[in-house]
């Protein structure tokens, strides 16, 4: 039995049933017949074995009657974690996938992020992403705005009504050609992100933070890459950004900053590179930029279908583990089509086996192996282990109660099977019809509350 120091925090509800989730040294740990208790405050107060019922509801002073017990095809995860999605980008997503990377940006989403400065539809997008995202299992999200500030802000709000966990970027970027009335100057960049963090905070959302957003070196002068950095220090705040995502955008920032020793270099100058920072993609960063992210403590957020779809770059997964990189996998809609973690996972597995196909020596993942980084590596990739990423007491509760067999889901099941059998059918063929709940910090957020 894991318990905490039996403080008096009431319990507000227990689960029995079969538990399953990753710890730093399993990346699949089942528990069968478990029982988790949740206090009023929404933290794992207990975990316990079904055969404890009696000892425990005495220590934790719950009745029977607050047991919820799970039935045999069901079981609880982790709620997953995307640790790189564009709220701003979800009104295409499934579209405009035909063009490189630099040229997608200036086609597609330079123009539809330019329309943010309007509320209404800021309102109707970021509704719908938030919604569609705690559907499909995701407690945890670190998104990128747009540079409007009240639009950014508004996305923290609708998070917080929600009750979605979630970083919340305002982008920067004082440099645009292409589309040159979607650009600030740098001290506008400067000022409207002070703006928007110490708005976000005075808040007091509990279970959302704003997160320091340089869109890319690219769309960046140095000064304000500086100066973002200062800021996040001064703060001590998160930060995501991309990185070393496609050749050609690589080519670019060798240009645009002669004098850094490399795409990594530029942005650690800069103090860009600490153990709160969350970079997307780095598909093509060679392994002394790798040592350099496991030295600062920085992680990556591997993002395959956006890799795919823009034919950016394929990550090899195993060897930013084998570096110690802390690493979560994001969605990266829209240059990714999927709004579902689910996808992510699949990818990820994909992407293993095209290594494997080119090098037989190569390690593939494991379905286990990617669903921790759909979790606990997530949290770890966001430094928000402490709060949430797996079932360890103490920690909050952000699950998902999964049924594999539920009615007209995509799964059909002939017999019994067991849990591990269970999780691999659900993220292989599993959708938002098997996630019959989804709770973050102790709240059920799935299915929705009327209004
Ligand atoms: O996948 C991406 N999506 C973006 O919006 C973006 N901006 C810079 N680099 C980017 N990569
Ligand atoms: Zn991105």
New binding site residues.
């Given amino acids: 039995m894991e318990t905490p120091d039996k403080s008096s925090t009431a319990i507000a509800f227990v689960y029995r049933g079969t538990l399953v989730h990753s710890t730093p040294k399993e990346a699949l740990q089942i528990l069968e017949d478990a029982l988790l208790g949740v206090d009023s405050e929404g933290k794992i107060a207990f975990i316990g074995e079904g055969n404890e019922s009696q000892k425990l509801s005495e220590v934790f002073r719950f009745s029977p009657s607050a047991v919820t017990q799970l039935d045999q095809h069901e079981f609880l995860m982790p709620g997953m974690i995307d640790t790189h999605i ?1 709220a701003s ?1 979800y009104s295409y997503a499934g579209t405009a996938l035909d063009m490189p ?1 630099l040229q997608w ?1 200036n086609n597609y ?1 330079f123009p539809v992020e330019s329309q943010f400065k309007d509320l209404e539809f800021a309102n109707k997008v970021y509704t719908q992403v938030v919604k569609r995202t705690l559907r499909n299992g995701t407690t945890t999200a670190c998104y ?1 705005a747009t540079i409007h500030t009240d639009a950014a802000l508004l996305l923290g709000q609708i998070t917080n009504d929600f009750g979605q966990r979630a970083l919340v970027g305002k982008v920067c970027m004082d440099r645009n050609d292409a589309v040159q009335h979607y650009r600030e100057t740098s001290q506008e960049s400067q000022d409207e992100t002070n703006r928007f963090i110490k708005e976000l905070l005075n808040r007091k959302y509990p279970l959302v933070k704003p997160v320091v957003t340089p ?2 070196a ?2 960046c002068t140095e000064a304000l890459l500086a100066q973002l950095g200062a800021t996040a220090k001064n703060n001590n705040l998160h930060i995501q950004s ?1 990185i070393s ?1 496609n050749l050609e ?1 690589i080519k670019l920032v060798k240009e645009l900053f002669p004098k850094s020793e490399s795409y990594s270099d530029v942005y650690h100058k800069c103090n860009l590179l600490t153990d709160k920072t969350v970079m ?2 780095g598909c093509h960063l060679s392994d002394k930029e790798l040592a350099l992210f496991r030295e600062t403590g920085a992680a990556l957020s591997h ?1 395959p279908n ?1 890799n795919f779809s ?1 034919c ?1 770059g394929l990550l090899n997964v195993r060897n930013v583990l084998n570096h110690k990189v802390k690493l979560g996998l994001g969605t ?1 809609v829209a ?1 990714g089509y999927s709004s579902s973690m689910l996808d992510a996972v699949r990818r990820t597995l994909d992407g293993s086996k095209v290594l494997t196909i080119q090098d037989r020596e190569h390690k593939t993942l494991t379905f286990e192996e990617v669903f921790r980084l759909a979790t606990l590596g997530g949290s770890q990739a966001l430094s928000l282990d402490e709060q949430t990423g797996n079932f360890q007491v103490g920690k909050d509760f952000d699950a998902l109660r999964v049924n594999v067999a539920a009615p007209g889901g995509p799964i059909d099941l002939i017999k019994y099977e067991e849990p591990q059998i269970r999780l691999e059918k659900f993220l292989n063929l599993g959708d938002d019809r098997n996630i019959v709940e989804v709770f973050v910090a102790g709240r059920k957020v799935v299915p929705f509350r009327e209004a």
């Fill in positions: 564009h980008q990377l940006l989403t990128f869109r890319f690219p769309s991309h995502e955008e997307a993609h993002c956006s823009l950016s990266d240059g």
